[in-house]
């Protein structure tokens, strides 16, 4: 009774302290949202000043937000199959999404990273990394689709992935999981000193972004957790933090935690490409599927390639060294100026910054602590720049806001701290809600940020919204960092769990988003490219109908001829040549998504006639005032019929004139 | 104002008959009728009207067999899918085009058709009967003046 009292008094204290700021308007809490709300505040017909790419997590997609608004404005397939979209539904995309292991059809997505040129970011193609069944997509940030998917063989857990280096040369894949390389049958227990980590430098086209495994580094077993790349000065380097470097097999969360520091590991790419490039490493038989889409043939192709070429680092003496950083180091990242690599110990009450300049004297000095598998280890003091003492608990990850200073996410204490590069003193701290993971400073991971906000991505979030059953939204939470203090101007849902982000001012991609594909160039098998090239051509049981869609009718509408197990294909093609008129179309029956056809774009479904009847299709997507008329007929008569083939538009055979 | 009530009435009229005898024949003819009704009222002002858009003046000469050619082509891709020659589908026939209309409101019909058909009042009224509007369907100006060409070997007085 007591309690209920207390609880009673309490809450009407709450009440009269909720009240007074509803009330007040001139009360200071009032008067900071009220600024808040302006900061976020995008007038309708405004455009955002950011884009925000955020991972979808186990959704295995990527979700496109734009800030400060926190406005969803499209989610882009990658991973994961899409019925919206028709991803991995339609005949085109399939390929997209085989793998080494057949075809699947979800993935975890994980860190997403914009291209740079330079150092900056250049804003032509966003990667991200698939944990699960590693994999690297490459998204066309004219199309805002998946423009590439490459698996990445002797990996497992592909998650010290996907940031690139300065101009795009590599993007970068580590394992986290170690597994045996090349896989075999052996007890788990011989892990230690058997297993290995393969890190893998994924080479782009500077051209057309195209992706290919130069070379693949086998490391000792250890679980390889998060990369960045080194820039400016230390350009040519790639950092990645490492936990369990005790090798254990069996609760991680005792037996990995055993030793007092792991290692960040330092690689000198560059000097590794040049060992390659000179005829240097180990071709490995292997399996991994590349799925490269166009958007001239507006299709996917598979290729499974049986090779890879591996290094080993022992090979390549002064390529890789081991700098010792306390407590299983979550987030490794690297300052604007490439002087600061800092390591998130996850499990450390202080934060530990290593300076590149110094790791390169001890280096060059030969001052080495010991040694690991071969490879030489750094003496702690020697590479340290500095510690930010007692910041917060459980460090995760770091960005920069270009002025100077770093920002550090605490999943423990659910805070964001601010913090100063070289004085490592501790500016500000704001809280979360709830247990940040991540988090993204638009340009955060490259030379040039643009630091204005800085987007926090929680992984609890409990009663900040609408309860929807027992899950509830993902949530990020956007700061305004342009002042010495930090302000929480923001929250807003998130899809699937999102691990990382990238913002890039909108301007840098926006004139170039594509808005329709041109017809001309339509290059696909079945384009049809006016009323007067449609037809329906039986071959065996297949029958391919080259259909057109142009507001609001089909060409042909009406098809007669078709007989019960028949294996129909609908190749349909948007004739349309304007912004903003794409097309749906899905009929009675299929065992597929609708699909979703952009202008000037060709698409194809599978339908298999099952009964006789006359089975309507119809347009998916309200495309005109006379969209509920868009629709057409399948005659199906029994097998062996003498129904001809036949498709008419308006009573008569489709033509043009 | 006398003019819509016309032609809502006009178009429902037409609707049923489709309905009615499902014979496209007839509906063409009603249509052909209602737009010459458009026309006889607008004569003299659809002669001069060059529509709003960026073309503001043509200079037609002798038809010149292989722009016409071309415009034939392109007629097919771009435009086929909802216009034929002879006979009204989802927009009206194109025989006789080029009588009906100013070279300049045809091309700007074929480059601007969301402005045209919300402040050009033959637009307007075309709108109105045939319900669905033109598709801007992105014809530069050169591939304007070909179809131009074209329609104008479609014209009555033509021995095409």
């Keep these: 009774m007591k309690n209920l009292i207390k609880s009673l008094l309490a809450f009407s204290f709450i009440s009269v302290i909720l009240n007074g700021c509803g009330n007040g308007g001139s009360t200071n809490k009032g008067?900071?949202?009220?600024?808040?709300?302006?900061?976020?505040?995008?007038?309708?017909?405004?455009?955002?000043?950011?884009?925000?790419?955020?991972?979808?997590?186990?959704?295995?997609?990527?979700?496109?937000?734009?800030?400060?608004?926190?406005?969803?404005?499209?989610?882009?397939p990658v991973f994961?199959?899409?019925?919206?979209?028709?991803?991995?539904?339609?005949?085109?995309?399939?390929?997209?999404?085989?793998?080494?292991?057949?075809?699947?059809?979800?993935?975890?997505?994980?860190?997403?990273?914009?291209s740079q040129t330079k150092g900056e970011l250049d804003g032509r193609w966003i990667f991200i990394n698939e944990n699960n069944t590693p994999r690297i997509a490459r998204i066309d940030l004219t199309t805002f689709e998946t423009a590439e998917i490459i698996e990445i063989p002797n990996s497992a857990g592909n998650h010290s992935s996907s940031f690139v280096t300065e101009n795009t040369e590599y993007v970068v894949a580590g394992t986290r999981f170690s597994v045996p390389i090349p896989q075999r049958d052996m007890p788990i227990k011989d892990y230690k000193g058997n297993f290995k980590g393969a890190l893998s430098f994924i080479s782009v086209d500077p051209n057309d972004g195209n992706m290919s495994i130069k070379f693949q580094i086998l490391m000792p077993g250890?679980?390889?957790?998060?990369?960045?790349?080194?820039?400016?000065?230390?350009?040519?380097?790639?950092?990645?933090?490492?936990?369990?470097?005790?090798?254990?097999?069996?609760?991680?969360?005792?037996?990995?935690?055993?030793?007092?520091?792991?290692?960040?590991?330092?690689?000198?790419?560059?000097?590794?490409?040049?060992?390659?490039?000179?005829?240097?490493?180990?071709?490995?038989?292997?399996?991994?599927?590349?799925?490269?889409?166009?958007?001239?043939?507006?299709?996917?192709t598979n290729t499974m390639i049986k090779e890879v070429l591996t290094v080993n680092p022992l090979d390549v003496p002064g390529a890789v060294y081991f700098l010792p950083t306390p407590k299983s180091p979550h987030g490794c990242d690297v300052d604007p100026s490439g002087e600061y690599i800092v390591g998130n110990g996850k499990l450390s009450a202080n934060l530990t910054v290593h300076s590149f300049t110094k790791m390169l004297n001890a280096i060059e000095n030969k001052k080495f602590a010991g040694e690991s598998y071969g490879i030489p280890i750094l003496n702690f003091e020697d590479v340290l720049a500095g510690t930010v003492e007692q910041p917060g608990l459980g460090p995760l990850h770091t960005e920069f806001d270009g002025k100077g200073n770093a920002y550090t996410t605490f999943f423990i204490s659910s805070e964001v701290v601010k913090w100063k590069l070289g004085t490592w003193e501790v500016i500000d701290r704001k809280p979360t809600y709830y247990s940040v993971g991540h988090l993204m400073i638009p340009g955060g991971n490259s030379a040039k940020p643009f630091g204005k906000y800085v987007v926090a991505m929680n992984k609890i979030t409990k009663d900040r919204y609408l309860p929807t059953g027992p899950e509830v939204t993902q949530s990020a939470q956007l700061y305004d960092i342009s002042g010495e203090k930090m302000e929480l101007l923001l929250d807003f849902p998130t899809i699937g769990e999102p691990h990382y982000a990238a913002g890039i001012p909108a301007d840098i991609i926006k004139a170039n988003s594509k808005k329709f594909f041109r017809l001309e160039e339509n290059k696909h098998k079945y384009a049809t490219k006016s009323e007067a090239e449609a037809k329906v051509v039986r071959n065996g049981n297949e029958v391919h109908i080259n259909m057109t869609m142009i507001r609001s009718h089909f060409a042909p509408d009406n098809i007669e001829g078709i007989q019960v197990g028949d294996k129909v294909y609908f190749h349909v093609t948007n004739l349309e040549q304007d912004y903003d008129?794409?097309?749906?179309?899905?009929?009675?029956?299929?065992?597929?998504?609708?699909?979703?056809?952009?202008?000037?774009?060709?698409?194809?479904?599978?339908?298999?006639?099952?009964?006789?009847?006359?089975?309507?299709?119809?347009?998916?997507?309200?495309?005109?005032?006379?969209?509920?008329?868009?629709?057409?007929?399948?005659?199906?008569s029994p097998k062996g019929s003498k129904v001809p083939i036949s498709f008419t538009l308006d009573g008569d055979a489709v033509d043009a004139e | 104002m006398k003019v819509s009530i016309l032609v809502i009435l006009a178009s429902l009229f037409l609707i049923s008959h489709c309905t009615d005898n499902g014979k496209k024949e007839h509906s063409n003819a009603n249509v052909i009728k209602k737009e010459s009704s458009i026309q006889k009222n607008t004569t003299a002002e659809s002669a001069v009207d060059k529509g709003i858009g960026p073309i503001t003046e043509v200079t037609l000469g002798k038809i010149d067999a292989t722009l016409a050619a071309k415009g034939k082509?392109?007629?097919?891709?771009?435009?086929?899918?909802?216009?034929?020659?002879?006979?009204?589908?989802?927009?009206?026939?194109?025989?006789?085009?080029?009588?009906?209309?100013?070279?300049?409101?045809?091309?700007?019909?074929?480059?601007?058709?969301?402005?045209?058909?919300?402040?050009?009042?033959?637009?307007?009224?075309?709108?109105?009967?045939y319900i669905a509007p033109m598709a801007n369907q992105n014809i530069t100006k050169d591939e304007a003046r070909a179809l131009l060409e074209y329609f104008r070997t479609k014209s009555t007085s033509s021995t095409d």
């Design chain 1, 222 to 300: 250890f679980d390889y957790d998060l990369s960045h790349p080194g820039r400016g000065k230390s350009h040519g380097w790639f950092f990645f933090t490492t936990y369990n470097t005790e090798e254990a097999n069996s609760l991680l969360e005792v037996n990995a935690s055993q030793n007092d520091k792991d290692f960040i590991a330092a690689i000198n790419w560059k000097k590794i490409e040049a060992y390659v490039n000179n005829g240097g490493g180990t071709k490995m038989p292997t399996k991994y599927a590349h799925n490269l889409y166009s958007d001239k043939t507006h299709s996917a």
């Design chain 2, 73 to 129: 082509e392109l007629f097919k891709a771009q435009c086929s899918a909802c216009h034929k020659i002879t006979k009204r589908v989802v927009g009206p026939a194109l025989a006789g085009v080029t009588d009906r209309r100013s070279p300049e409101w045809i091309m700007n019909m074929i480059m601007n058709p969301e402005e045209m058909v919300a402040k050009n009042k033959v637009a307007k009224e075309l709108l109105a009967i």
């Design chain 1, 31 to 76: 008067a900071i949202s009220g600024s808040a709300a302006e900061k976020v505040y995008v007038a309708p017909g405004q455009h955002d000043e950011f884009y925000a790419f955020l991972s979808g997590g186990f959704s295995g997609q990527l979700a496109v937000y734009g800030l400060p608004s926190g406005r969803l404005f499209k989610v882009i």
């Design chain 1, 581 to 636: 008129v794409p097309h749906g179309i899905s009929m009675i029956g299929a065992e597929t998504s609708e699909l979703l056809i952009m202008p000037g774009q060709t698409e194809t479904f599978v339908w298999e006639a099952k009964n006789v009847g006359v089975w309507p299709y119809y347009c998916t997507d309200f495309c005109s005032a006379l969209h509920q008329e868009m629709q057409g007929y399948v005659r199906v």
């Design chain 1, 80 to 114: 994961s199959v899409d019925a919206e979209k028709a991803y991995g539904f339609n005949e085109e995309t399939k390929p997209m999404l085989t793998t080494s292991y057949g075809q699947i059809p979800w993935g975890d997505a994980h860190h997403p990273d914009i």
